[in-house]
């Protein structure tokens, strides 16, 4: 398995980055990395990591895409990016079978749109991060944001996607439930009633409509939901749990010493809680719907994030992603 | 002030509402209550509280309007409800300032438009709960869920109603922020692209686009969304919230002696802020478009609840919430 590893992406750019390919390649023995950037950089950080350099190749990429440019313009310019090589190498490589990069989310979708491409016959591709559930499992969100204004037949499409997904995971027969504004069937806005019967005609383990509440119940292993209401979603998701972690630390600095002990005492619990509830721990978000497998690992990353993200990519590949996808899209 | 009260809508109907009535009364005696339902099952419930009753007038009506009815078909039908001839009353008597119901949000909805009434030119009336933020305000959230279909215009109106309701509640120039799905300008999907030129015209406080995490950051004092994505962020906040909660009972059951005695000592900390961060302590759901204030309170709501929804409606009234939307409507 060659995994391709944009490593000037992300806030935490490289150092972080090369930390996690070395995590992922002592985790798996046959695992193989492409590390795509300015090579000068790059072999400094290896200084110690002797032992894996066999399963190491440097791909020389000098230029750096960064999250203020606009990402068209960017992955159409800065073609010896580490961004764009990665991507172009990912296309050009029967060998290589998946890509990571912690950049800009828009240069990650605009270059993998224009160098690795669709599969024939899907509408639109939708970016899928993977969320922790509270019965200890997952979800797979579809689409948090690459594709704000949907119709019906691109939400089944996403189902499909989701599903493949979960099952190239290891997931059987996963559950699929319609973000809707009520459970009942009948409840939604034009987009989800019309949807929802799409979804129902698919083959697929169609669990009918969930509420924003069901998000990470663990009532279904995936969540199919046009771009806009995906994003409001996963980012109010994210903003609670933070939300309510200041909260707590703000009550236990006023609480006094009492609740400082409390807290003390409290704390393996709570931060056990708070990586449980932390999305990067899972790995990144996946692009559904292209002749690869590409993922987009959050721009805060650290070495532990990419790690994770690798062996998805791995994980994903081996489960047979694309094929899966390609088999669904008959149904369309 | 004169304020109609559903005691038969609700979980906890007849009895906590009662209970309800009665706190408010406590706690403001200018306040004066019409108690709408069965006399019969009513008075029994004011044994004790004979100081109040030259302050309460019951108004009979012995039936029932349940959560599993057909909406428009129960208020049509139902006209001796509690529900029904409460907004009836709250129409045809002027010496009425507003309603609160804990029953059924579509029939309340369905009653309420059906009895009361739009203001002349709003296009569709909003449902507006308010969230506790995290620095100790409040947030009005304009569409939760009535209207799930919506143009760029009626999401102008929420806007101008949800800063008139800030307004009518004491808040001074509340910042309006448009729900989507990134910060910049020039993000989103059709609807809130259209949208957000539409709010910019507007005489209001207008902060821009926020995204999901900054909900309850307390960055803006009303935000603007149509009803569906409105409903996911609302339902999606409920759900983390509970869900954390949920994890660190969890977490401290699993964690033995050490974290039981701290989240012994953290439980005043925790039991406060899960106070703050319950929605019903902060009152109800105020449908903003129609000629009188109509409040609708939580499902589940207790004492506490009714009585924060009764001394809401109270307020309201007594800031002109009316007014100022029919002033506000002349942008239109």
Redesign the interface.
């Known amino acids: 398995m060659k995994i391709i590893l944009d490593c000037f992406g992300g806030d935490n750019a490289p150092e972080e980055i090369v930390k996690g390919a070395l995590l992922a390649l002592k985790a798996d023995e046959k695992l193989t990395l492409v590390l795509s950037g300015d090579e000068g950089k790059l072999l400094p950080l290896l200084n110690g990591a002797e032992a894996f350099l066999p399963r190491i190749e440097i791909m020389n990429a000098p230029e750096i895409i960064s999250n203020e440019e606009i990402p068209t313009a960017a992955v159409r310019n800065k073609r010896e990016s580490s961004l764009v090589k990665g991507l172009q190498r990912l296309s050009d490589d029967a060998e290589t079978d998946g890509f990571v990069s912690a950049g800009s989310t828009g240069a990650v979708l605009a270059g993998a749109f224009m160098f690795v491409g669709r599969i024939k016959n899907v509408s639109r591709p939708a970016l899928a991060p993977v969320l922790p559930t ?1 019965n200890g499992g997952n979800v797979v969100l579809v689409d948090c ?1 690459a594709n ?2 949907c119709r019906p037949v691109q939400l089944g499409q996403f189902a499909m996607m989701g599903a493949a997904y979960a099952e190239a995971a290891g997931i059987k027969n996963p559950a699929v439930g319609l ?1 809707n ?1 009520g459970a009942e069937a009948g409840k ?3 987009l ?1 009633k019309e949807a929802y019967e799409v979804l129902a005609g698919l083959n697929i383990n169609f669990a009918g409509n969930i ?7 663990g009532a279904v292993q995936v969540v199919v ?5 995906g ?14 972690f ?3 630390k703000q ?2 600095s ?2 006094g010493l ?2 400082k ?10 931060k ?2 708070k990586k ?2 932390d999305y990067n721990e899972n790995g990144g978000a996946c692009l559904l719907g292209l002749k690869k497998v590409v993922i987009k690992s959050h721009g805060a990353s650290k070495a532990s994030s990419i790690c994770a993200s690798i062996l998805q990519a791995r994980d994903i590949a081996a489960g047979g992603l694309i094929k899966k996808i390609e088999q669904g899209l008959s149904q369309f």
């Open positions: 509270v944001g704000v204004d973000l504004n939604g806005n034009e989800t509420e924003g509440r069901d998000l990470i119940s939901s046009d771009g806009f209401a994003n409001i979603a996963l980012k109010t998701a994210e903003g609670i749990a933070n939300s309510i200041a909260l707590i009550g236990v006023a609480g009492r609740a002990i409390g807290a003390a005492l409290l704390l393996p619990t709570l056990g809680l449980k509830l």
